[in-house]
């Protein structure tokens, strides 16, 4: 029997991990030009082209509005079995202290006398914010990309889902959403970028999303702000005999493959019989979940690597949605979306109640940033205040430097106060 999950080392796994490194974001040439009409016709033709695609696609009804009544929100909620109105609440309250605890503060200091600085923390207007309703329906990302929204004062928050299931309408009557609007794909994308008659525009537009959503994204990226382009999921662990337990490693490498066939997990170890164990392990649990066994048959792997240490630089090389590994490792990551320390922290807790957003970067992108947060809420607006002592001091370099660039307006400026100073 074929093993699900290959075990490479020497030249194959460094080969593996030159073409993993070299990921960008998700191919998205393939559906780009459906994407690009969608959008536009949209953008032209505003509810008309929405109501037309969510009926083909959505399951949206000829006379159902676009809009969930509030009401219809509050009922699902009703109707919520109280176990899974206990966990949306728990889910909830972690995700909003994460978010406090992150919040930005707004300062101001004298950096020299008489020349103050500081920064206002302001949110942006209005966002909209994308809940996948496919393969697997998300309620928790609802939770993840309202909950800092609200935290970050945005006056204006605007969801959209493709065949909302109850659990994501109790989670959003749960959170006191108003505006729910039963459409996706990128033509929600389009509709929150540019605005219809029934769904208005947005500044900003935050959420995973099929390959659709993510092209529509990047196509309205310069009229809208987005966060970043999400692919596939991926995962990464760390490991070595005595210390990872082969089934937590196995149950985790199966829950984050089921996500997408084209999910990337791998498994970095130093001992070739934790390797063949948890492989193994997963051949088993794979049996049950062929999703998860599609995408770790076609890019899962186990790499057997030297040492702990080049573990981490291959981590760091890869730079992964989500990294496991033990404690001591920690200070030595540079480049994650989220970090899950030690074997009782399974990734299914960052996916739904540990706190901690489960809005990940993908394809590298974990290079440059890490995963949703307030900060993707707010803007940092600096200001400054210059007293008469301190114009007096800050003047004549200020000048010199606008002189050697050739802006004599700019030096004029600051000579003409200083002269009243």
Request: proline share 7%.
């Amino acid at each position: 029997m074929k093993m699900m999950m290959r075990i490479l080392e020497g030249l194959a796994r460094d080969r593996f991990v030159r073409a993993v490194e070299e990921r960008g974001a998700h191919d998205l040439a393939e559906v780009e030009p459906a994407a690009r009409r969608i959008v536009s016709n949209v953008r032209r033709k505003g509810d008309s082209a929405l109501r037309r695609y969510a009926q083909r696609w959505d399951g949206l009804g000829s006379s159902e509005p676009l809009r969930v009544p509030e009401t219809d929100l509050h009922e699902a909620w009703q109707r919520t079995r109280p176990e899974l109105q206990d966990a949306i609440a728990q889910a909830a309250g972690n995700i909003r202290t994460y978010c406090e605890w992150q919040k930005p503060e707004e300062w101001r200091r004298e950096i020299q006398p008489g020349v103050s600085v500081g920064q206002l923390v302001r949110p942006i207007e209005a966002v909209g914010c994308y809940v996948p309703g496919g393969r697997y329906p998300l309620p928790s990302t609802l939770l993840m990309t309202v909950i800092p929204a609200q935290v970050a004062r945005v006056p204006r928050i605007r969801v959209v889902s493709p065949r909302p299931v109850q659990a994501t309408l109790a989670a959003a009557a749960f959170l006191g959403v108003r505006e729910f609007y039963r459409v996706g794909g990128a033509q929600a994308i389009a509709a929150l970028a540019y605005g219809t008659k029934s769904i208005p525009r947005v500044n900003k537009i935050v959420g995973p999303g099929n390959r659709y959503v993510t092209a529509a994204k990047k196509l309205v990226a310069f009229d809208c702000a987005i966060e970043f382009l999400a692919g596939p999921t991926e995962a990464v662990f760390i490991s070595k005999e005595g210390e990872g337990d082969p089934v937590f490693i196995a149950a985790d490498l199966v829950a984050q493959a089921e996500h997408d066939p084209d999910a990337l997990c791998i498994l970095l170890t130093t001992s070739r019989r934790l390797a063949k164990t948890v492989q193994t392990e997963v051949q088993r649990r794979t049996r049950a979940n062929p999703i998860a066994g599609q995408s770790l048959s076609r890019r899962g792997a186990i790499l057997l690597v030297a040492s702990l240490d080049q573990a981490v630089e291959t981590a760091n090389r890869i730079a992964p949605e989500h990294l496991t590994l033990p404690p001591a490792l920690v200070p030595a990551v540079q480049n994650a979306g989220s970090i899950f320390i030690n074997e009782f922290t399974p990734q299914s807790a960052g996916d739904y109640i540990s706190g901690p957003n489960h809005v990940l970067p993908t394809g590298a992108m974990a290079r440059v940033r890490g995963g949703l947060s307030v900060l993707d809420y707010v803007r940092i607006v600096s200001c400054q205040e210059v007293s008469r002592a301190g114009i007096r001091r800050i003047a004549a370099p200020a000048i010199v430097l606008a002189e050697a660039e050739g802006l004599r307006g700019h030096a004029e400026s600051l000579r003409v106060r200083s002269s009243y100073a």
